[in-house]
């Protein structure tokens, strides 16, 4: 089956700096990956997603980065903010599934 | 605010218990997914219905059960509890059949006594 990984546990960098938070997959022929952020005691919020026919795709001060050939993804937040403080996950789905594969997270902490 | 309501919020119970977790998806959304968090195990799907029907499942266990009603709210129903159970049992939903831009509701934290 498909799994889906995160290279770090934990982030931290300095408020204003720029965030690379990166994960890697395993399933080639999965066709559309979402990034989520999780605050303290509430639901995974939706931050971006991509498809596997697309390489970058950008949303307000993120970008999701796709590279099938390494199987690899990145979510990069620019001018990182203390709210921006969260665990982040990526999640996949392969073609014809049904349900999101999730990552274990990844903790960014901003620091003042 | 992602328009998909969870109740209750908190719930704890003793072991051999049953309960039932609700979920109302966005206004629009025919696909209601639960999802269980615990701390070693990450986000793991547990099943999916769309528009009534069950189409997916995941690691459910057959303690558990769910259900979709006409009106599109769903329940999650877990039964003979045990102490690792305990966990957030998260609703998603999203329009159609596929897991595409899944929206998900605030949880609900189960603990087992």
């Known amino acids: 089956g498909e799994s889906v990984g995160l290279h770090l546990p934990t982030l931290s960098v300095q408020e204003g700096d720029n965030s690379i938070i990166n994960c890697a997959y395993s399933?080639?022929?999965?066709?559309?990956f979402i990034w989520y952020k999780q605050e303290s005691g509430k639901g995974p919020q939706f931050i971006i997603d991509?498809?596997?026919?697309?390489d970058k795709r950008q949303g307000q001060r993120v970008t999701v980065l796709l590279n099938k050939t390494v199987k690899h993804l990145s979510l990069q937040i620019a001018a990182t903010q203390p709210g921006d403080s969260a665990v982040y996950f990526c999640a996949g789905q392969g073609t014809g599934r049904r349900a999101l594969t999730f990552g274990s997270g990844t903790r960014l902490q901003v620091q003042p | 605010d992602s328009g998909v309501t969870q109740t209750p919020k908190h719930l704890i119970t003793a072991t051999g218990q049953r309960v039932t977790l609700r979920c109302s998806p966005r206004?629009?959304?025919?696909?209601v997914y639960w999802y269980q968090q615990s701390l070693d195990q990450g986000l793991q799907f547990l099943i999916q219905y769309y528009n009534g029907e069950e189409r997916a499942k995941g690691n459910i266990l057959e303690r558990f059960s769910a259900q979709q009603f006409p009106d599109l709210h769903s329940e999650l129903n877990l039964s003979s509890l045990e102490l690792g159970d305990s966990a957030l049992y998260f609703c998603?939903?999203?329009?159609?059949?596929?897991?595409?831009?899944?929206?998900f509701g605030p949880g609900t934290r189960l603990t087992v006594t």
């Open positions: 399933n080639s022929a999965s066709d559309y």
């Open positions: 206004s629009g959304d025919l696909s």
């Open positions: 991509i498809r596997s026919n697309m």
């Open positions: 998603a939903s999203s329009v159609g059949l596929g897991a595409y831009e899944q929206y």
